[in-house]
C-alpha cells in the first residue's frame, strides 16, 4: 500500500470516529417510572426521554416487540410527543404503558435507541410487581355449571299468590325502613336538615381526613380508605354512579364513557391504583405518595365540580 493511499484510509477513519463520538455526545438518553412498585395485572408508564439535534433522525430497533422482558408486556404505544427546545434542539418524549402478570422484583434492561449510525441506551431500571390477594377481591365468584331445566312458576304458585307477594314486600319494606330510619334514631316523619350538595361535602371530608393526620400516624390503610370512600360517595352523588359498590376497574372503566370525566380520570386512576396496593397488598407508601394522593382527590373534585349556569332573564314588552 502506498504512502498516499494508506494516508487517505487513516484520515477516513479519523472522520468516522469523529463523526460517531459528536453524534453519540450531543444524545441523551433516560428512562423513568411512573411508579417503581406495581399491583400485578395493573398498568404504569415508562417514560421514555431523548434530547438530540433536530435535524437527527433516529429510531427503536425493537419498535414491533410488544414486550420489555420475559415478564413485563407492553399493553400500548401512545404516540411521541416532540418539543423544540431551540438551538437546534429537540426533545423527545415517548411513553410505554406496562404491566406484569408475575410477581417478583424485575429488572427492565437498557432500551437501545439508534440514530445516525450509533446506538444509545437509556439507564436500567427495576420494577417491583406485588402479587393480588384473592381472598379480598369482591368480582370473583365460584363458577356453576349451567342447568337446562324445564320450570313453570305458575305450576308451584298458590292460588293467592298476589296476596303472599304483597305480605313479603310489606315485610321487607318494614325491615329496610327499621334499618335506614328507626336502627339509626332516625324519624321520617320529622323534616330533615338539608344535604350539603356533592362539591361541598366532599371538599369538607378532605379537609376532615387531612386534619385527621391518620397516615402520619402509621394508618395509612385507614387514611386511604378514608380518601376513597370520600371519593366513591361523591361520584355516586355528582354522576348517579354506584361508585359505593363497585370496584376501582369497574369505576375507572364507567368515568371513561363520561365527557366531564374524561380529563380528570387518570387522577383518580392513580388514586385507586395506590390505594388498591395499600389496603390488598399492605404495601407502606412513601410520605410524597400520601400527599400527592390527596392533591390528586382534591383536583379530582374540582375538576369535575359542577358548573352554574346563569339565569335567563326574561325579556318584558312593553
Known amino acids: 500500500m502506498s504512502q498516499n493511499v494508506r494516508h487517505i484510509v487513516m484520515t477516513a477513519i479519523v472522520l468516522l470516529a469523529a463523526t460517531a463520538t459528536a453524534w453519540g455526545g450531543n444524545i441523551t438518553f433516560k428512562a423513568k417510572l411512573d411508579s417503581a412498585t406495581l399491583l400485578m395485572g395493573k398498568t404504569t408508564t415508562l417514560h421514555l426521554e431523548i434530547t438530540q439535534d433536530k435535524d437527527a433522525r433516529g429510531f427503536f430497533p425493537n419498535e414491533q416487540l410488544d414486550t420489555l422482558s420475559a415478564m413485563i408486556e407492553i399493553a400500548e404505544r401512545p404516540a411521541a410527543d416532540t418539543t423544540d427546545l431551540g438551538n437546534n434542539r429537540i426533545q423527545i418524549n415517548r411513553d410505554l404503558i406496562i404491566q406484569s402478570f408475575d410477581s417478583g422484583m424485575w429488572i427492565i434492561k437498557p432500551i437501545p435507541y439508534v440514530i445516525h449510525g450509533d ?90 381526613l387531612k386534619a385527621a393526620q391518620l397516615w402520619q400516624k ?33 369505576i375507572i372503566d364507567t368515568l371513561k364513557k363520561n365527557d366531564e370525566t374524561k380529563a380528570v380520570n387518570e387522577q383518580l386512576e392513580m388514586i385507586l391504583e395506590v390505594a388498591d396496593i395499600v389496603k390488598f397488598a399492605n404495601a407502606r407508601p412513601l410520605a410524597d405518595d400520601n400527599e400527592v394522593a390527596y392533591q390528586r382527590a382534591v383536583n379530582f373534585v374540582e375538576a369535575t365540580r359542577p358548573v352554574e349556569q346563569p339565569e335567563k332573564k326574561e325579556e318584558v314588552k312593553k
Open 119 to 208: 446506538t444509545a441506551y437509556c439507564n436500567q431500571l427495576t420494577l417491583k410487581v406485588l402479587p393480588v390477594d384473592v381472598s379480598q377481591m369482591k368480582d370473583i365468584h365460584d363458577i356453576k355449571p349451567v342447568e337446562d331445566v324445564p320450570f313453570s312458576l305458575f305450576d308451584w304458585l298458590p292460588d293467592y299468590w298476589w296476596a303472599w307477594l304483597l305480605g313479603l314486600l310489606l315485610i321487607a319494606a318494614g325491615i329496610w325502613a327499621y334499618h335506614k330510619y328507626y336502627k339509626k334514631g332516625i324519624n321520617p316523619l320529622k323534616p330533615s336538615k338539608k344535604r350539603l350538595p356533592p362539591y361541598e361535602e366532599a371538599m369538607i371530608n378532605l379537609q376532615n
Open 218 to 250: 402509621g394508618q395509612e390503610k385507614e387514611y386511604f380508605t378514608g380518601l376513597t370512600d370520600i371519593l366513591r360517595v361523591y361520584i355516586d352523588r355528582r354522576f348517579g354512579i354506584n361508585a359505593v359498590e363497585m370496584t376501582s376497574s369497574q
